[in-house]
Each structure stands twice: as C-alpha cells, then as structure tokens.
C-alpha cells in the first residue's frame, strides 16, 4: 500500500479529508438540529452516495484520462469534449439497437457504451495527429475538440431525434451506481499500475519530462505520446458512456449534461497531483458538494449550483498557492522532433 500514497501531498489531502468528515460527523451527534446537524445527514445518507457515485464517475475517469495524455506531454483540455461526445453516442447506439434488443448477444446498453468509448477514443485520436503529427497549439486545438463536440452533438440529436435532448430510453437501458462505482475503482487502480508499476508507464513519464532521453534510449517519443492521448479518450469515453446511461438519456441544452465536469476532471488531476489516487479523491470530494447542494436545496437551503461549482477551480488556486506541490510535467505542450 505504501506506493499508493508515496506522496506526502497526497497523503496530506487523505488525513486533510478524513479529519474534516470525523469532525462533521461529531458536530452533527453534538448538534442534531442546527445546520451541522443537517450537513452531516446529508453526507452520511445513501442518496448522497449513490449520486455521488454517479456524478464523480465522469470527472475521475476523463482526470484520469488527462494524467496519461499530459504525462506523456500532450495537455488534452478537450477533455469536456470527448465526454459529451461520447454521452451523445452512447445513447444514440442504444436506441439504434433498440431496447430489449442486443447484436450478437451484445444487450442494446453494452452496445451504446462500447460505441460511446469508441467515438471518444477516435475523436482524441483525430486530436493527437493534429497536435503531435502538424505540432498544432494544443491549448487551441483542446478547445476545438470542445466547442466542435458542444455544437455537433446536439445538432446530431436534433437531426436523429427531433430536440437537443434525446428521448429516455427507459430503465431497462440504463446502468446503476454501484456499476459507475466499480468502473472507477477497476480504472483508478488499472491506471495506477500502469502509470507505476509498467515500462510503458516510465516511458510515458519520460515523454513529457525527458523526450530526448527518450528518444536517445530508442523509444519512439511520438508513439508514447500516441498512446497516451488514446488512453485519454478511452478512459472519457467510459466516463461519458456512464454518465449518459446511468440515467438513459442524452440532454443537450444549454452546456449539455456533461456540465463543465471535463475541465472540473483537469482540476481533479491538478488537484491531486497527477497521481490517479489523488484524483479519485478529488473527484469525489467535487461531485459530493455537487451532490450535497441538491439536498441542501431540497431542505430549503438556499445554495446556488453556480458557487457550488466554483469550488473546484478555487480549491485547486488555493491548494497551489498555499502548498505549491502540482508539478506539471516540464515537456508538457511541447513539440518534439525525433533524433535520428
């Protein structure tokens, strides 16, 4: 266990976590009827966790997918993009299938998230030729894989189904927390191993801190770099799928459903410095206030959505002024030209 938290900042933010829940929970028994009291039900209920459950899904797994891309030296903030196209298509898969239908045994909702892994998969892949094959901006060519994914999804689900918001496909078609849940902890741990435990992992650490030692050892700077942004848009492309799934439906007004949770994924891995442990952490800590908020609200707390969300970005402002620890690796958004 101990090279899970080799970090002292990550085992900072643990000890940091769990000490603020102790004393919540303590004031809560101490105060029941105050507003302690109805933060601490709040935390400590089952409705609170199985939405939490839900919502972190999206931010950790796109976070996690960040950690690989910029590891490797490519800065993928399109990271809202591949989620909401992969939302898009997860949907759109399963109601072509059609429910209660499956192709080659393949049940109509494993289809939509499997072409929803897949649509994000190739739009990052379109996104790492652009950046590492033309040496496009990548800060410019991330917004256009956004912007491109926020107009063309709800066009899509207008023209296939007559509104930006695609109809619900019923519960037959969806997928539970706990199935969110598990998908998180299998790719937190997947990619903890990867990224730690594998020579594709100190290879691709080398592309974005070294590329010319890299390159000096033989290893293709460009195919590590390749790998890395894919496994950015797989790791979406799962985070998009379950999103959209878990509650059967593709809602496209306004920032769509996805909501601003793929750049709130950049803040996760900032947050927990690149280490996809630390992520989890933070992405947890944000969809629970997120979550938190709609109970407060139902309770008559008067929180607005909009500040909940705010707190993400000045959590991480706080976190890297005060302890200064995220270190981004030094290649990032750097071109490479190969030694040969």
């Not at 690149?274 to 629970?288: H, I």
């Not at 976190?319 to 620890?325: D, F, K, N, Q």
Request: hydrophobic letters at 55%; charged letters at 10%.
């Amino acid at each position: 266990m101990q090279g899970l938290f080799e970090s002292d900042y990550v085992r900072s933010l643990v000890v940091g976590t769990v000490s603020v829940f102790g004393l919540l929970g303590l004031l809560g028994l101490l105060f029941p009827d105050s507003v302690a009291g109805d933060l601490a039900r709040i935390v400590f209920s089952t409705s609170t966790a199985t939405s939490t459950a839900r919502l972190a899904a999206p931010i950790v797994l796109a976070g996690l997918g960040g950690i690989f891309a910029e590891k490797s030296g490519v800065i993928n903030i399109g990271l809202e993009g591949l989620l909401i196209i992969s939302a898009f298509v997860s949907v759109y898969a399963a109601s072509v299938v059609g429910i209660g239908s499956a192709v080659l045994g393949v049940p109509a909702v494993a289809v939509g998230f499997l072409a929803g892994i897949a649509a994000s998969t190739l739009l990052s892949a379109v996104f790492a030729v652009v950046c590492i094959e033309f040496k496009a901006d990548q800060i410019i060519a991330g917004l256009a894989v956004w912007l491109i994914a926020l107009g063309l999804a709800p066009f899509m689900s207008t023209v296939f189904f007559g509104g930006v918001n695609t109809p619900n496909l019923g519960s037959d078609a969806t997928i539970g927390w706990g199935t969110s849940a598990t998908l998180v902890i299998l790719a937190t741990a997947g990619s903890w191993w990867l990224l730690n435990r594998t020579a594709f992992g100190k290879h691709l650490r080398a592309a974005g801190e070294n590329p010319k030692a890299l390159d000096t050892v033989g290893v293709s700077v460009s195919k590590v770099r390749y790998a890395g942004v894919l496994l950015s848009g797989f790791l979406s492309g799962i985070g998009g799928s379950a999103l959209a799934l878990s509650i059967g439906q593709f809602v496209g007004a306004g920032e769509t459903m996805v909501q601003g949770k793929g750049f709130i994924a950049i803040v996760a891995y900032l947050f927990g410095n690149y280490n996809p442990l630390g992520t989890l952490g933070a992405g947890a800590l944000f969809a629970g206030l997120d979550a938190m908020q709609i109970r407060l609200q139902q309770l008559g707390y008067a929180v607005p959505d909009t500040l909940v969300q705010t707190i993400p970005y000045v959590m991480v402002i706080v976190v890297l002024t005060l302890v200064g620890r995220t270190q981004i690796p030094e290649a990032a958004g750097e071109h490479y030209e190969t030694e040969e």
